[in-house]
């Protein structure tokens, strides 16, 4: 890829992430942030009065990365495996509406499929 053309990427995610970032530090509920790379998918439950993170999951995690087949963990079905995971750590710390921060990503693929994963297990956004 060109560095052109990838520096052009990056510069309009981050546009995105600071559009959606507004709207989000206006509510009070807990945010569910996601961020993905190639190879992973991260999900993590932020406190946005102190600050501090609640819970975090990946495809990382031995949990995680347990449950799911040779098929790797980059893809759709390793991102519902994080959203479920995600929600039953929200549930057992008695959370249950969240915002979500897709962090500047499309909500396209594996982040979609790790939001509706997240939302069948119980979470409100």
């Known amino acids: 890829m060109q560095t052109k053309n990838r520096n ?13 970032r ?8 807990v945010w569910l942030t996601v961020y993905r790379s190639a190879r992973h998918i991260y999900a993590q439950l932020d406190d946005p009065e102190s600050g501090k993170t609640l819970a975090t999951v990946s495809t990382r995690q031995k949990g995680v990365a347990g449950e799911l087949s040779d098929a790797g963990t980059g893809n759709v079905a390793a991102a519902k495996a994080v959203g479920t995971a995600i929600a039953k750590v929200a549930k057992e710390k008695d959370i249950t509406k969240v915002v979500f921060n897709r962090n ?3 909500y ?6 790790l939001a509706d994963a997240a939302r069948e297990a119980g979470l409100e956004f």
């Open 8 to 20: 052009e990427k990056i510069r309009k995610r981050q546009s995105r992430r600071a559009r959606v």
């Open 108 to 113: 396209h693929g594996r982040v979609k499929a």
């Open 104 to 106: 500047g990503f499309l």
């Open 22 to 29: 507004t709207s989000i530090d206006r509510s009070e509920r």
